[in-house]
């Protein structure tokens, strides 16, 4: 079961308006402590959108409100956020977003996404975000 911690309007809107170095160190920490992730999409597949580079990537949120806030102006019927477990998508999601040629957009806002990774720069911060196993976190 994927769950996420709570969040109020505040808490939402103070993590978005984060420069885009720390959004991104904000969406890794929250990525590692809660074990879950998410995206956006519907029952066919996951949404996707450009980079400033006019690369299409896979926009991903730590926390479905920060999804909500940015995608669901521009929803199409039958959106909506697609909540993951962190090892179910990098076992099976990251493969097969790799597999497309597909970048990563992490935590973006307003259009200003914080890093777009490849899948590998994206496990490697996932990993170095991590606690050691065995470690107490």
């Known amino acids: 079961m994927v769950s996420f911690p709570s969040l109020d309007e505040d808490d939402v809107v103070a993590a978005a308006a984060r420069g885009g170095a720390l959004r ?52 199409e019927p039958g959106e909506g956020v697609i909540p993951l477990e962190l090892g179910r998508f990098l076992d099976v999601t990251l493969p097969s977003i790799q597999e497309q040629g597909l970048g990563l957009a992490v935590f973006p806002v307003d259009d200003r996404i914080a890093a777009t990774l490849t899948p590998a720069q994206f496990r490697s911060k996932i990993a170095a975000a991590s606690p050691p196993p065995g470690g107490d976190g």
């Open 24 to 75: 991104l160190k904000y969406f890794l920490e929250s990525v590692v402590a809660s074990g879950a992730l998410c995206m956006w999409g519907d029952d066919e597949g996951m949404s996707l959108m450009e980079d400033g580079d006019g690369d299409v990537v896979v926009p991903v949120w730590s926390h479905p409100a920060f999804a909500e806030r940015e995608m669901r102006s521009s929803a």
